[in-house]
Every structure is written in structure tokens, then in C-alpha cells.
């Protein structure tokens, strides 16, 4: 077996800034807020300690009532277990600890037949391993790499996506590690360093490869590729898929685009900036906390994730026990969070949602200039949902405008009416109708450049260059 690569964190020669020009986030990074963590810790043991003896009480309950069910008919002592249990369950999911989830694909079905799958890192860094998902089939698919947000989960976080992909495709995906975990001497990260490691990463897979980002990544992966066209590398990608992400935050308003344009950096340092505490091997280090990403994301639509576990609960009293578990599911990748890097926040916030420098074309690399108008070889594909309220329509179709250099038929786009952010890379509209023409695209790259790949079973019409005219480049 091959050993496993290790990637070092590409170092550029720095370049002189022009008058009126900056070097990419300039801020001291010097502020934080030292209560964020003891108060977590203090708040979230105190729920842990309260639910973990409520759920103590309604076992306890339950082992009383299976010992002397007080006589009444069975229809009601059924009952009367369900709603115990089902008490006890939700108290549990309450005080729960979520570790980083394991991705736990261990087959899927390719032409009507179960075949293995094997998880191997095949590249890593202190900040992040890249895992290849092998499998036991011969097949001539076409690389993708996924690469995976870095905004508060973890990458298994795109499971469906992955197992849907590795029907068709030969799968890779950068898997992230919380900053809480990664020492000191690592080294600090930024946007600068993302990039840099998507395009070593795509080296890494090699010749010949495609490119997937969901939503966060979509900046510093078209950012990544267009380093590749201007150094004229071998690796530039075949084709770049764009889902549900950030290129123009003009295009269109969000909850998170308002919430950046209407608050200073200083004003996300000095609130959602802490320090990871002793006994992590990150400790020292600043960070975005996990548990104030959450509380964001359950803050954008908490009546929706209230009815989820009132259904839960309602779920497993009428018996509907399947559809209980799969919620639960849910919520055990949904609260499993990750610390992101202080700097790399406060960089995409600078950079991305309050100055688009990629889309008001002043976004660097180690100071030097990023261009994806000249990226030439690599077609691309956006897709949008259009009930997305995170990275609403329009954000990621910004991509046709940048990318001048391609011609109209290497330009796709599609947009999901029935999906929400999350139902573009996950869900049946994933699985039936995204996936399929994420699938076409890719091979028509791929017989753009003279490549042929096994026929796909899923194909799906998808249409060329961009229907609007507000995206159109000409």
C-alpha cells in the first residue's frame, strides 16, 4: 500500500504591493473574547448534568412501571413505556457529547451491485487529511475531489454526497481537523493556506482530475484554480463543480451577508473569537468556536429544529420508529461541530462577504493576483438551490462572470427549484436530480478534452452557459 503523503504548506517569494493595493487581511488579529469557552464549558455542564438526571429518572421510571405496570389495560401500559422512552430518549440527545463522526461508507451499489469501499489518507497536513475512498470494482470513472466547508462541521457532514459520487466517480475529499486539535506549532492558517492546499491536493489526485466544492470552499477553490491556469500547471482540473457558495455576496442578501456588512471585524474578534484551553492539543491557539457555529446555524431557524425533536418524540410514541432514527441521524452529524482557525474566519468575513475580493477581482495569493479569467482548460458547472437562504441564487453563478476566458460551451448551470442549501448536496433532489447532471457535466468536460470515461447510468440534461442574462459575460 502506498505511504500516505504528507503535504507542506506552500511558501511563495512575497511580492511588492502596489500603492492603494493590500496584501489579503491586514487586521492585528489581536482581540478575543476570553469568556467564550468557560462559559461554554460552565453552561453546557450544567445542561449536561440536568438532562443526564432527567434521563436517569425516566429509566428509572421505566424499570418501575415494567416491575408493576398498576394494572391498567395493555394498550395503556404500551403507552405508558413509549412515553418514557421516548422522554428518555430526547433527554439524552440533550446531554450528548457529539465527537467527529466517522464517514462509515463501507459499500455502495454500482450497476446493481454491492461493491466494497475502502477509506485510505492518501495526503495530509497538520490542518487536514485527504482521504481516498477506493473501490473494490474495475472501473474507468472520472476523478473528483470534494472538497469540504470549513465552517463548523466536519466533512463527513457530505456523507450523501460522497456515497452518491462514488457511484460514477473514483472519490477523494479533504477532511478538515478541528483547529482545537492541531498545536501551536503547526503554524497559523488562513485563506491563504486553504488554497494552497486544494492545489496540492489536486496534485496529489493527479492528471486529469475535476473538482467539487460545497458552499464555504467555492472562493478559495476557483481561487485554486486559477493559480493552476496562470502557472500553466499539468494539474489544472478538467472541470470545476460550483455548489450553493459565495463567489459575488452583491449577487444576492442573506441573513450571513447582512450580518457581515452590518458589524466591523473587530466587532466578530472581539465576540466570536476565543482561545482553545488547557487540555487540547491546540490550546493557545484562537479559534471560532464549534459551539457558537452551531448556535448560529440553530439560531437561522430554531422553530424548524424544535418541531424536529417534538417529531422525534412523536415519532417513536406512534411507532414510527424509522423515521425517528433517521432524524436522529441527522442531528448526530448536525451537532457534531468543529473549532475553525481565528484566522481564517476573520479572513473569509474580511474578504469575502465585506470586501468580495475575488468578485471585485482584488483577491491575492501570498500578495500575488488572482485571475479566473485566465483559467481556459477547466469547464465549469454552478448549481444553486432556489430556496437557498444561506448562499442564495445569483451568489454562485457570479463564477460565468470571472471566468471570461472559457468559452460558452464549457459554461453549465443548474438550479434546483424544490432544494434549500442543504438539498443540493444531500437528500432525494441530491441523489435524483443534482447528482445526475453533475455526472453529465463531468463527462462532457472530460469528451472536451479528449477523454472517455465508462457511460454513466444516470444522465440527465443540464444546460449550457447561463440562462440569465445578468450572468452572462457577453
Known amino acids: 500500500m502506498p505511504a500516505t503523503k504528507p503535504i507542506q504548506l506552500e511558501s511563495r517569494d512575497p511580492v511588492e504591493i502596489q500603492p492603494g493595493e493590500t496584501d489579503r487581511f491586514t487586521h492585528a488579529l489581536s482581540g478575543f473574547n476570553s469568556f467564550l469557552y468557560p462559559f461554554h464549558s460552565a453552561t453546557y455542564g450544567f445542561q449536561q ?3 443526564t438526571a432527567w434521563a436517569r429518572a425516566f429509566r428509572w421510571w421505566e424499570t418501575c412501571f415494567d416491575a408493576e405496570p398498576l394494572g391498567a389495560p395493555l ?15 430526547i433527554c439524552e440527545l440533550m446531554a450528548k457529547d457529539y465527537g467527529k463522526p466517522s464517514f462509515e461508507i463501507e459499500e455502495v451499489v454500482i450497476d446493481g451491485e454491492p461493491v466494497k469501499v475502502t477509506e485510505r489518507v492518501v495526503a495530509q497536513s497538520p490542518f487536514c487529511n485527504l482521504l481516498h475512498f477506493q473501490r473494490k470494482v474495475k472501473r474507468n470513472d472520472p476523478k473528483v475531489l470534494i472538497v469540504a466547508p470549513l ?5 463527513t457532514l457530505l ?10 466517480h473514483d472519490v477523494y475529499i479533504t477532511d478538515w481537523n478541528s483547529a482545537r486539535d492541531v498545536p501551536l506549532e503547526a503554524g497559523d492558517f488562513g485563506v491563504d493556506h486553504y488554497v494552497s492546499h486544494v492545489k496540492q491536493f489536486l496534485e496529489v489526485v493527479g492528471p486529469e482530475a475535476s473538482v467539487l466544492a460545497v458552499c464555504q470552499p467555492v472562493v478559495p477553490v476557483l481561487a485554486a484554480v486559477s493559480l493552476l491556469a496562470q502557472e500553466e500547471s499539468p494539474h489544472q482540473p478538467v472541470a470545476m463543480v460550483l455548489m450553493g457558495g459565495p463567489v459575488d455576496t452583491e449577487a444576492a442578501t442573506s441573513e450571513v451577508t447582512e450580518l457581515a456588512e452590518g458589524n466591523e471585524i473587530e466587532f466578530f474578534e472581539n465576540n466570536l473569537i476565543g482561545v482553545v484551553p488547557p487540555g487540547f492539543p491546540g490550546a493557545g491557539r484562537k479559534v471560532f468556536p464549534g459551539f457558537v457555529a452551531l448556535g448560529s446555524f440553530l439560531a437561522m431557524n430554531p422553530g424548524r429544529h424544535v418541531k424536529s425533536y417534538m417529531q422525534i418524540w412523536n415519532d417513536r410514541i406512534q411507532g414510527r420508529h424509522a423515521a425517528a432514527d433517521k432524524k436522529v441521524r441527522f442531528y448526530d ?6 473549532d475553525n482557525y481565528g484566522r481564517f474566519y476573520l479572513e473569509t468575513v474580511q474578504e469575502v462577504f465585506k470586501d468580495e475580493d475575488l468578485a471585485k477581482g482584488k483577491m491575492r ?3 500575488y493576483l488572482i485571475e479566473p479569467a485566465l483559467i481556459k482548460k477547466t469547464a465549469l458547472m ?23 476566458g472559457l468559452k460558452p460551451e464549457q459554461k453549465f448551470h443548474y438550479l434546483e427549484e424544490e432544494a434549500g442549501h442543504y438539498g443540493i448536496f444531500s437528500g432525494r433532489k441530491w441523489r435524483n436530480k443534482v447528482a445526475p447532471r453533475i455526472t453529465t457535466f463531468l463527462r462532457k468536460a472530460a469528451e472536451q478534452r479528449g477523454l472517455s470515461y465508462q457511460p454513466s447510468t444516470s444522465q440527465a440534461e443540464i444546460a449550457t452557459y447561463c440562462l440569465s442574462p445578468e450572468v452572462s459575460p457577453e
Open 49 to 51: 448534568a440536568t438532562f
Open 382 to 404: 454552478t448549481v444553486e438551490g432556489a430556496r437557498d437562504d444561506i448562499s442564495p441564487p445569483g451568489q454562485t453563478t457570479a463564477a460565468h462572470i470571472l471566468c471570461s
Open 75 to 89: 394498550p395503556y401500559q404500551t403507552l405508558t413505556r413509549d412515553i418514557l422512552a421516548a422522554n428518555r430518549e
Open 365 to 367: 495569493h501570498f500578495g
Open 333 to 338: 452529524e448536525y451537532n457534531a461541530v468543529l
Open 159 to 168: 456523507r450523501p454526497t460522497v456515497k452518491r459520487m462514488l457511484e460514477e
Open 151 to 155: 465552517s463548523g462541521h466536519f466533512a
